[in-house]
Protein backbone atom coordinates (compact mmCIF):
# COMPACT_ATOMS: atom_id res chain seq x y z
CA UNK A 1 0.00 0.00 0.00
CA UNK A 2 2.70 2.35 0.89
CA UNK A 3 4.77 1.60 -2.44
CA UNK A 4 1.09 2.22 -4.33
CA UNK A 5 0.62 5.30 -2.40
CA UNK A 6 4.56 6.95 -3.13
CA UNK A 7 3.95 5.58 -6.62
CA UNK A 8 0.38 8.05 -7.33
CA UNK A 9 1.92 10.53 -5.18
CA UNK A 10 5.15 11.18 -6.73
CA UNK A 11 3.28 11.27 -10.20
CA UNK A 12 0.23 13.71 -8.73
CA UNK A 13 2.73 16.18 -7.26
CA UNK A 14 5.99 16.06 -9.84
CA UNK A 15 4.43 14.98 -13.04
CA UNK A 16 7.56 15.84 -14.78
CA UNK A 17 9.51 14.11 -12.73
CA UNK A 18 11.87 11.44 -14.63
CA UNK A 19 11.20 7.69 -14.40
CA UNK A 20 14.32 6.95 -13.20
CA UNK A 21 14.22 9.53 -10.36
CA UNK A 22 10.72 7.94 -9.39
CA UNK A 23 11.72 4.60 -9.23
CA UNK A 24 14.88 5.35 -6.88
CA UNK A 25 11.77 7.16 -4.54
CA UNK A 26 9.53 4.50 -4.50
CA UNK A 27 12.85 2.07 -3.83
CA UNK A 28 13.58 4.02 -0.57
CA UNK A 29 10.45 3.61 0.18
CA UNK A 30 9.88 0.21 -0.25
CA UNK A 31 13.11 -0.27 1.83
CA UNK A 32 12.34 1.63 4.65
CA UNK A 33 8.69 -0.11 4.92
CA UNK A 34 10.41 -3.11 4.54
CA UNK A 35 12.99 -2.27 7.19
CA UNK A 36 10.11 -1.34 9.64
CA UNK A 37 8.17 -4.57 9.16
CA UNK A 38 11.88 -6.66 9.81
CA UNK A 39 13.01 -4.91 12.40
CA UNK A 40 10.58 -3.03 14.44
CA UNK A 41 6.99 -5.10 14.02
CA UNK A 42 5.99 -3.12 10.78
CA UNK A 43 4.98 0.77 10.07
CA UNK A 44 3.08 3.31 12.02
CA UNK A 45 2.35 5.93 9.45
CA UNK A 46 4.33 6.64 6.34
CA UNK A 47 4.51 10.41 5.85
CA UNK A 48 4.68 12.09 2.39
CA UNK A 49 4.75 16.13 1.60
CA UNK A 50 6.15 17.91 -1.04
CA UNK A 51 6.32 21.60 -1.29
CA UNK A 52 8.12 24.67 -4.12
CA UNK A 53 11.70 23.75 -2.45
CA UNK A 54 11.64 20.69 -0.13
CA UNK A 55 9.88 17.82 0.49
CA UNK A 56 9.53 14.88 3.52
CA UNK A 57 10.09 11.57 3.46
CA UNK A 58 9.12 9.81 6.98
CA UNK A 59 8.25 6.13 8.17
CA UNK A 60 7.54 5.84 11.77
CA UNK A 61 7.58 2.77 13.74
CA UNK A 62 7.18 1.27 17.38
CA UNK A 63 11.48 0.33 17.09
CA UNK A 64 13.77 2.00 19.51
CA UNK A 65 16.37 3.06 16.78
Do not use: K, Y
Request: charged residues 15%; glycine residues 10%.
Amino acid sequence: MGVAFTRQALQDWFPELPPPAEADVVMVVAELLANATCHAGGPLALDLGAAADDSVLRIMDAGSG
